[in-house]
């Protein structure tokens, strides 16, 4: 093919040309060998031009005709490099220079010149300006590329998203009507406002200021009317605390005397209250009404200040909703994240959460990434803090749109929003907003950013505020909106606010604390009582309900054909029913399948956890022949909710903050996390300090969610020996969640199912076993399910013929080191379980001491060190030390230690040996 024929080619279907050139940006081996060939000759020509002509693939001759057709895809490729590489050079930044990113959009770098400005070419067809001068090309091109808006969209593999951004992009006009300007005034003149009353009002009170970004309270309001156009019915938001209150007050609507109230801190914190958080880090639930009359429900969440923490609990409270209230409908919840532009680069929780985007226990149908990015993160500049280009380079990762607008130019922000959630309602694929601004003042209103960037704030100083700006924009377009209506705006919502605060001054308004979902105010924060009474939650169920779901779980279906070694699990299973046991793994099993008969929906999630780390769980199978998965709990007859079980990918922090989110959507469901190994807990820490073990006191939030930590000695090293028991019993106070170490089959059926039939709902962090999935002795029987419940402690059962007045020697302990000890100590030893250690069961402990009164020890036996494990908890807690101190205990265990255990295995025995001659002797 000549260039000449290319150049027909070009006239005839430039949309052809055109689609085969999206092919080579994103599958190029689907392209002929010419093909490929030649467009890889046009993107790798050498800087400064190089030859004129082609000598391969096309065939060339040295006519004139043939070099005007060869600069047509010249012309063609600097096209293609403003749609690629034009965001580098826009006006985005409303407060200083852009930084030279080196796009290669000059006219040498494309092997043309001055000289071919005034030359037309056919080229401009793919801009729909048809043949016209390379001077008119370059003109329209920047004008849709380099103004107030950039787009990053050519990196996408999904060439049908790529077309309809682009083609949104280069056709957009903005034009807005003279209501839609009205809009947008009044929630900027609402932002900008309400920041300055605050700050005259309550000085030097910290308030994290969004001055300079004002610009996100109408982009939040145009995402909201927008994604109800579309038919949204929920948003989530998540954000952290800069610009927060303003949020709270003009987005989600919380009065402002409530606000104004907070800020004078008076506010009588009670128990029944829970001990409150700061103003900025509160959430709150509202009913929104957008400007098209549409209604809406508004989820803010409460966040730590540990910057997107929030983010996969966001991501997981969508998904509940998306689950459990809009059956799996994903366009009808829209997850809204809100970043900072330093910590969407430096949190790694960030690459986790993205990673989550498409997997199939995880997608939420797209999230929204709306980045407030004031080019600071305290005191630290932007190019000290990444190494990428942008902040939002974490999008490329799962090659998702950005686009980054200037956030002093109002009408550009609304349409940057609104393209991008159309985009996310119609492809259902995350995107990035990057809307540039500044920060007015410093980290908080009593901080000086002039110790670290003082050129930086003397620009901030002298530079306008966007709303100042927009007024300035909508006078000189000449009356389309009134100046007195502009002024009737200021006046009126200045009115309003300083009523408020009259009204918070003169205390004419009970504060009232944020409340609970409507779902979860049927439930109490838990009495005392609560916490040991078998009859407050009867987990027991039917001999008849129990065979019915013991043989579903233990039986294969016809025709399936499993590899052996799975097979022979479920033949143990049925060998353990004929002898009326059952062992871990079907007492778990057996629990979810009896919730999920009840009308509970059931989400498992971690690492591995469809087959478990250890081969013992096997809630799906591998049919070798017809090569799919048989889920044992996807359907059996009476089954009225679901149970989800995934494998997750390989992330602590965000998966446990997502499956957090999930169990605050209902009440009715569980949601459990398992770790691989109990310490890799250590990667979560954030969710559990600042969410799980401190919602309910700090935001009145419960939770029923489920921790299951392996956990237990057994001569495998450092790494995967403890889940840190001692760091959750640290955690513990108020009867905040529960701490359990469950030794048998029966009391994990009973746990698992009594989190759902309690009048409360409290987070559970269970130690669950490794060896004793196995052992022989770790079983129970079926009466211990049909007639029992949980078992706050197990008793030492003696032999008939023994006496209660030989027993010598008390032994409490918890979890599987029971097992290793039965074995060791004589008949004069009774050896006792604590299986719940918070809230500590102390009447039934007292009732245990009282019938072992006369031993002459008591001994706290424990398989982790000194300082980790309960031991520390019991001594010292307000329920227990009195308790035990009274019985003068004796601890009987492993030295303190600066590791949890041994690499050695001969050192673990070794010291196992000694934890058992320390039991024995006299």
Known sequence: MSYTQLNELLVSNPQYLESLYDQYATNPNELSANWRDFFAYLDHRPMGGGPSVLTAPVVSTSSENENISLKEFQVLQLIYSYRSRGHYITKTNPIRPRKDRNPVLSLEEHGLSANDLDVEFRAGEFLNLGRTTLRAIIERLKKIYCQNIGLECMHMHRVEMRRWLRDKFENREINYSVEKKKRILLKLNEASIFENFLHTKFVGQKRFSLEGGENAIPALDA????????????????MTHRGRLNVLANVMGKTYEYIFKEFEGNIETTFGMGHGDVKYHLGYTSNYRTANGKEVTLRLLPNPSHLEAVGPVVLGFARGLGDLRYERKRSLVLPLLIHGDASLAGQGVVYESIQMARLLGCHVGGTIHFIINNQIGFTTDFDEARSSHYCTGIAKVIDVPVIHVNGDDAESVIYAVELATEFRQKFGEDIFIDMLCYRKHGHNEGDEPKYTQPELYDLIKSHPDPRSIYIKKLQEEGGTIDASIMTTMEKSYKELLNSRLNLMEENQIKYEPSKYDPDWEIFSRGDRIDFESRELAKTAISKEQFKFL????????????AIPKAQKIFEQRQEFLKGGKCDWAMGELLAY?????????????????????????HASVYDVKNKNFYSLLDSFKGKKGFVNIYNSLLSEYAVLGYEYGYSLVDPQS?????????????????????????????????????????????????????????????LCAENNMIVAN????????????????????????????????????CVSSIDDFVNGSFAHVIDHQMPPSQKISEIKKLVLCSGRVYY???????????????????????????KILERYRDVKRVMWVQEEPRNMGAYTYLVTHEESADLLSAVNMEYVGRATAASPATGYYRAHVSELEAIFKQVRDV
Not at 223 to 238: C, H, P, R, S, Y
Not at 550 to 561: D, N, Y
Not at 593 to 617: C, M, P
Not at 749 to 760: E, G, T
Request: proline content about 6%.
């Open 223 to 238: 995402i909201i009317g927008m994604a109800a156009e579309f038919g949204t019915k929920e948003v989530v938001l998540g």
């Open 670 to 730: 569980l949601a459990i996390w398992e770790a691989q190994f109990g310490d890799f807990t250590n990667g979560a820490q954030i969710i559990i300090d600042q969410f799980i073990s401190s919602a309910e006191t700090k935001w009145k939030r419960g939770s029923a969610i489920v921790l299951l930590l392996p956990h237990g000695y057994e001569g495998q090293g450092p790494e995967h020996s403890s889940g840190r028991p001692e760091r959750f019993l640290q």
């Open 820 to 846: 290793d000890l039965v074995p060791q100590v004589e008949k004069d030893t009774a050896i006792v379980r604590i299986e719940q250690l918070h809230p500590f069961p102390r009447n039934q402990v007292s």
């Open 550 to 561: 013991s043989e579903h779980i233990s039986t294969l279906p016809q025709g399936l054909t």
């Open 742 to 777: 469950c030794t048998t089959p029966a009391n994990l059926f009973h746990i698992l199912r009594r989190q759902l039939h309690w009048r409360f709902r409290k987070p559970l962090v269970l130690f669950t076993p490794k060896s004793l999935l196995r052992l022989p002795a």
């Open 593 to 617: 399948a009896s919730l999920a008969s009840e009308g509970a929906n059931i989400r498992l999630s971690g690492q591995d956890s469809v087959r478990g780390t250890f081969s013992h769980r």
